[in-house]
């Protein structure tokens, strides 16, 4: 029987890229239940969702500029850790559970204040390395 390469080893569904996605998912819930007991309700959500959209920003954009972590790294970290410890459904059932324009602030906000700390993630990136041979456009 022929050996499965490494890129095979490291597929999509390959046991060890399972295995990093769970561990770093019971990290990131974790974390997650954490702030969840310092932060409650929808300020820890908010929290978290943002945190995490920086870290992912972050995490995204380095990817693009230096591959200074490599794929194993990358699945652990973003699909593990970060998907588990941003919660859309706490997210979408709080928002739902509020006073509607309470709802609509946080659906709002959230949002906003996601997409603008993947934005600053994204900034601390280049920062990092500012070489511009590597220039990531939105």
């Known amino acids: 029987m022929p050996r499965r390469s490494e890129t095979a080893l490291m597929g999509p569904r390959s046991p060890s890229t399972l295995a990093l996605v769970a561990v770093g998912g019971a990290v990131g819930a974790s974390a997650r239940y954490a702030v969840g007991g310092l932060v409650g309700g929808l300020a820890g959500t ?7 959209s920086l870290l992912l920003g972050f995490l995204a954009y380095e990817a693009l500029r230096t591959d200074a972590l490599g794929a194993r790294a990358r699945t652990l970290l973003t699909t ?12 979408a059932v709080e928002a739902m559970r509020a006073e509607p324009l309470v709802g609509l602030g946080y659906v709002l906000g959230s949002y906003a204040l996601g997409i603008g700390a993947a934005l600053v993630g994204r900034a601390g990136a280049a920062w990092v390395d500012p070489r511009g041979d590597r220039e990531v456009t939105p």
Do not use: E, R
């Open 80 to 91: 593990g850790v970060l998907s588990s410890y941003t919660t859309f459904s706490t997210f």
């Open 46 to 52: 908010l929290a978290a969702n943002v945190s995490g």
